[in-house]
């Protein structure tokens, strides 16, 4: 055994076990300055010093189905088990069907696999115990360094071995306080027991219900905008004492206020999640690969039109939650354990979140050679339980950004989603002109 799961860790495994999840994917486009794509013969060495850089790369679960599951190191791991090289080109359909196809944690496998596309565009899915948005970027950020460097001839590094000498990034909880305030864990358990009406989550539109019986069958969506149009965008979020997240948090929750079903009067708010990295709290590097994401909370009320001043409130909520969504993470620490009996307890029932946002950052890479990166995307599975509709957001080095939404079949109408999509572009380009 390399180490226990964390706290997080063993939410992410439950879920995946249960069959409610499956992965994480980021994917970045990759091309030489030549004009060629990534061969086998180049991606498998660079691939080897990525192993060799991150330990997360190199385990496998053991006794998941237990309330304490571990990491164990792999010996070796055989490449081509691992990476397929594709005829495919539709970035959005590969996506997709990465979120389709779940892990076998028997198998003595990593916890990671890769698809290059035809067109250069290089896809990591990986197991989200062993890592958040930020360790795909990490991965890429590692592996784009690895091609610039000499190849080594002869080396076709098909079997890797993995070195013995690397230990996992410590569970977020060994690194900074989870431990929920008393007027928190009190909150949770007033709403535990009091009247459904008597809760925020009574008022709030959050699309359709959980199925009773789970179905992980994820659909996807990509939009895209231009590095001008972000940089455009930025501006103004500065020029408002917003951010980008805040902004799209604001866009969002009015264009879905459009679309909520007028019929119901009960619905005033909606619910809403906001990813938040742990890894300033916990002293991490950004290069680190872990799983170190938390969030914030929030209900949002109805409101059609877009306000730069609530984007500017939301700004500074988010940097007070840079700390406090600790206690959102600490918050497992009252299941005791029983992570799968609380998931099972959401089938059949409301849905908690109507939208989530997860905003990776604009990736940066180091120096120049002869191989780039751009048109990066950025995309979470979590279909059955979790929020109606997700969007993960990526800015690639030339500053273009795409947003993947995502959603499960009968989460959400795929009519709302296309209006939605729509709308929210329209709403984005008309904040910069």
Known sequence: MLRAAGLVECFHINRHLLGLDSCVVLSAKYSCADGTFPTKEQLFPALRKVIETHAALGVKLEEEDSKKPSFVRLETIQLPLVVR???????????????????NTLAPLPLWRVEVLSDGTILLAFHHSIGDGLSGVAFHQSLLAALQQELIVGDDSLLISVPQSLTLSPPIETLTNLR????????EIFYMFAPAS??????????????QIPELKPHVKLLTFS??????????????SATVTS??????????????????????TLS?????????AGSLPAAAMGDYASGHHSYPPLHAA???AAAADYARELQRQKLAAREEAGMLMLLFGDIAGFMRGRLGRKRGGTFEISNAGRVAVA?????????????????????????NVIGDPTGAVSVTLTWGEGSIDRPLVESFAAQFEEGLRTLIV
């Open 85 to 103: 090289f594709s005829d495919n080109d539709n970035l959005e359909a590969a996506i997709q069907a990465q979120l389709a196809r779940s892990f």
């Open 180 to 187: 929920p305030s008393l007027r928190k864990v009190l909150t």
């Open 198 to 211: 008597w809760t925020p989550a009574y008022s709030a539109w959050t699309a359709n219900p959980v199925p």
């Open 227 to 240: 590095s001008a149009e972000m940089t455009a965008f930025a501006a103004a979020c500065r020029s408002h």
């Open 247 to 268: 902004a799209l948090y604001i866009l969002t929750t009015s264009t879905l206020s459009r679309l909520v079903p007028p019929d119901v009067p009960q619905y005033k």
């Open 272 to 280: 809403a999640h906001v990813a938040i990295s742990l890894r300033g």
């Open 306 to 308: 877009f306000n730069w």
């Open 367 to 391: 120096g120049a050679g002869r191989w780039r990166i751009g048109r990066m995307a950025f995309a979470q599975c979590d279909v059955v339980i979790g929020a109606a509709l997700k969007l």
